[in-house]
């Protein structure tokens, strides 16, 4: 892993109707619009999406790493992010992010030490630190 602080930077560039790409150097070009909820499309990614996305992925990606070092054999994780919208005092933003992870590990794997896991990689998760949400996780280990 590189040093801290690391630098990412996306790049929109807008006209005033139809798609927003987003561009990020050696990345291919991402186009967004609004969300249905939002009277766009909603048939291609916004930020609101994006941002589920983006703790799901994490999640993911710190459970690989968490398990890797934990040693833990595992055979599948399927995440699924659900992000709640709402406006609270005047303000709208994410009141909460609930992840539904479910591990699949080889039989005999010890279930409660897969969940604890689980819950470091949450724990861990870069994105999710960094939102003011309410968080939760909804962990299932299936063994066999």
């Not at 249905?36 to 291609?44: H, I, L, N, Q, V």
């Not at 055979?75 to 699924?80: E, K, T």
């Amino acid at each position: 892993m590189h040093p801290y602080p690391h630098l990412y930077t996306v790049h929109a560039t807008a006209e005033p109707t139809g798609d927003v790409p987003l561009n990020s150097p050696g990345l291919p070009a991402l186009p967004t619009a609004p969300p249905a909820e939002f009277d766009g499309p909603g048939d291609r990614w916004s930020p609101e999406t994006l941002l589920c996305a983006a703790v799901a992925d994490c999640f993911v990606l710190s459970f690989r790493a968490v398990a890797r070092a934990s040693k833990l054999e595992w055979i599948s994780l399927d995440a699924r992010a659900e992000a709640k919208l709402d406006r609270v005092e005047g303000r709208t933003y994410f009141t909460e992010v609930v992840v539904h992870a479910t591990l699949r590990v080889p039989a005999g794997t010890d279930r409660d030490r897969a969940t604890k896991l689980l819950e470091k990689s949450e724990h861990v998760c870069l994105v999710s630190n960094s939102l003011v949400a309410q968080r939760r996780l909804e962990p299932t280990v299936i063994a066999g």
